[in-house]
């Protein structure tokens, strides 16, 4: 296969409120960055759904912040659809009784909000007011700077995937962050190797022009970072295993 990109690069999949497991997964990051002889900054990107699920999203948004002034890295930070409905809630375009049974609950918690007793939209519009002012402007500032996809050579970074057939300009946002099966059963004839998360399983895996990494973290324990070096990509797991290989294919 030929090189994907040119530059080092890694991806991070959907960490959802676990600080912990994201603190674990960007050391061996630094560790495996410092072990390559690749010039110049990595490039990193994160590939959204930083909150919600699990128990310190607030923790989480701290360390993406944090982590974005690394002088080894190049940091991108992609929009998940949970960053999204947070947002809408905070902006007022939804009521939030959806969002938290997808568990918007939780991120309401780590800023110290407690969450409505009452399932009603009424209740959870009552309490926006709070959360609002919990959130930090460094984080609202943060999550509105989110990009939708980034490109790095052969490489298309997104949130869900794409609509196959259509050109990454015309891409619907609804499409990015949430397709799952118009995009990952289809047939494409593109030159990406689309890496995504938002459709999970115990491991991340690939499929044809598409390399998922959203590991389940907050139910496995499990978050999952790929390395991109030239033509060969590897894992980096929290779950105490060595980087490894995987192999992949462009789907044209």
Known sequence: MPPLTDRL???VGDIHGRADLLARLLDQVRADRAARTAPGRALIVFLGDYVDRGPRSREVIDQLIAFADEPAFESRFLL????DAMLDYLDG?????GWAKHGGDTTLRSYGVEPPREES???WAARRDAFRAAVPPSHRAFLERCALSVVQGRLLFVHAGIRPG???EQ???RDLLWIRSEFLHAERNDAWLVVHGHTPKEEAYAGPGRLCLDSGSYLSGRLTAAAFDGADVSLIETHGRAPRPIPVRLAG
Not at 93 to 97: D, F, H
């Open 93 to 97: 375009r939804i009521s939030g009784l």
């Open 121 to 123: 939209r009424a209740a």
């Open 9 to 11: 690069t890694y991806a």
């Open 171 to 173: 891409q619907d946002k």
């Open 166 to 168: 259509v050109a990454l």
């Open 80 to 83: 998940g659809n949970h960053e």
